[in-house]
């Protein structure tokens, strides 16, 4: 029997790898095009660093996304939040599921602060564990969500919080007070004679008159009263001065009895009446009138306060406006 012979061509076998190889790259060009069109930013991560890091990623971080390749994407998350960040990237690595971090503070090359939405995820890797890491970028959704939230509790002309939010708000309030059996005031204001204000010198006067009454009922209730206490009720504009309708407002002090109450409502009083308003080439002085109730074991909702505050907002103006009266 004779023997057979088999030769191995050696050309068309080199000629078989490099195409094999060539089609890998392929492939792995079109995978990162692929990934590259996500809406989001992409890391594929090491425990050490990014093996991969995708196009949006780097323009979110402002970096080329070859120079985010042996990065840790955690150098990117502001210090306030990194610790409970860093405990989810551990542990993705050992879970299925992935876990989701709402609003990561992170900041680009440059500095440029950003609010993110976090996913990591455990990835299929033949002999190497990583994750990916899928940064959303919520910065504009959550100005946008703060802006409708502004429209829905507060009045546009003053930026005060309009009489809906004011009643939830006093509400929750008025049983937090019973709750831990602490004072609870209201004060009413209103501006004296607005209707000449508007009939006089316009509406746009009108409007600048309100403005500047809210502003400086917020600028006093940020200073220290009389009796020692921060009046710490105006943290934003928002404030604790709501705006009831028209020219009315109620302003919302909690921990605050009836003197503490009167020393606040005389500041606003006379810092309204101290300085004259400039609308274009006018200028006119207002006053205001205000009236104080505090919360009672007789009162059963913060509608019976808010009601005799009104009635002791009624006995200042009865009595020559330009003044605060206590409810009895």
Known sequence: MSAEVFFIDDTETERSAAQTQASLI???ERMG????????????????????????IARMLGHASTNLVGQHFLDFVDESARDPVAKAFSAAFNETEPRRIDEVLMSSADGTPFTAEVIIGSLPWDGTPVVQVLVHDVTKLKEQARR????????????????????????????AAQELEEPLSLVILDIDHFKRVN????????DVAIQTVVERAQRDLRLTDDIGRT???????EGEVS???????????PRTGPEGAFVVAE??????????????????????????????????????VLGRADAALYEAKENGRNQTRTAK
């Open 26 to 28: 392929d492939t792995q």
């Open 33 to 56: 095009a692929l990934l590259d069109l996500l809406p989001v930013g992409l890391f594929i991560h090491q425990v050490q660093g990014a093996l991969y890091a995708n196009q949006q």
């Open 148 to 175: 409708l939230e502004l429209l829905a509790t507060t009045d546009s002309l003053t930026g005060a919080f309009n009489r809906r939010t004011f009643e939830q708000r006093g509400a929750e309030a008025f049983v």
């Open 199 to 206: 009939d006089t010198w316009g509406h746009h006067a009108g």
């Open 231 to 237: 009046a710490d009720l105006l943290r934003t504009a």
């Open 243 to 253: 705006r009831l309708g028209g020219e009315e407002f109620v302003l919302l002090l």
């Open 267 to 304: 500041r606003i009083r006379r810092a309204v009446a101290a300085d004259a308003i400039d609308v274009d080439d006018v200028s006119f002085s207002i006053t205001v009138s205000l009236g104080i109730a505090t919360a009672t074991e007789d009162d059963e909702d913060l509608a019976s």
